[in-house]
């Protein structure tokens, strides 16, 4: 579960990149964060994961603040974050064992997750070669398993579908699902709209900083009057 609480973040004073945000999202849920490029998905993204500091308000994780209990907090959630160019230097199989090293994953146990994930990702064969040498899509895939490897109950991923292939898109979506099943939470950020439609319980939308809608599409075309597509009410919302 992840509580965001008041939270308001500027980058530039008297320019607010983030007023007052405030949002829960369930255990069991898949909940889906849209909006136009620079609305602060990335900025609100950044500030649950504890890698900016918000100017005013907390964000909780499974009831552990990212601001008094970083580290409790950090340990509930695995994240992929938007770009996934880094470690560049490092062979996959490094990449992966130094998240395990991280989280403390036992040799067995990380042996067992490495294999099982990145097969199910098809890098497996490419684990001994450095990341550099990846695709854009395999980079995002060794994030994507890094990310999961200590089996977290929250997954914050700042749009995670880019540059996957269809199979590995798919297969993702349905890890998503499975893990939202089994009573636990899913927080993604993204722009594809129908993957919102298809695969959220809920979605929250921000616009410049504010959130604009949170609830279901059922909700958002009863709130919205409108019997148009998602992009018709997307567009709605969030023009000027
Ligand atoms: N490091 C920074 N310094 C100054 N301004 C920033 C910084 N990072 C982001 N911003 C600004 O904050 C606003 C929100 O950016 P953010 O990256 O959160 O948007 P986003 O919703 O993730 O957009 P996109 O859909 O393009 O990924 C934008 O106006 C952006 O220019
Ligand atoms: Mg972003």
Known sequence: MIEI?????????????????NLEIKNGEIF????????????????????LDADEGDVLIDGKSITDSPLEAKKNFGFVPDNPDMFLKLKGIEYLNFMADVYEISTEK??????????????????????????????????????????????????????????????????????????????????????????????????KGKLVFVGTLEEMKEKFKENGSLEELFLEITEE
């Open 5 to 21: 609480k008041n939270v308001s973040k500027s980058y530039v004073k008297g320019k607010k990149t983030l007023d007052n945000l």
């Open 32 to 51: 889906g964060f849209l909006g136009p490029n620079g609305a602060g998905k990335t900025t609100t993204i950044k500030i649950i994961t504890g890698i």
């Open 110 to 207: 990380r042996k067992e997750k490495i294999e099982e994930l990145t097969k199910k990702f098809e890098i497996y064969k490419d684990l001994n070669n450095q990341i550099q040498s990846y695709s854009h899509g395999m980079r995002q895939k060794i994030v994507i398993c890094g990310a999961l490897l200590s089996e977290p109950k929250n997954w914050i991923l700042d749009e995670p579908m880019t540059g996957l292939d269809p199979k590995s898109s798919y297969d993702l979506k349905e890890m998503m699902r499975e893990h939202a099943k089994s009573g636990k939470t899913v927080f993604f950020s993204t722009h594809i709209l129908e993957v919102a439609e298809k695969l959220c319980d809920r979605v929250g939308i921000i616009n």
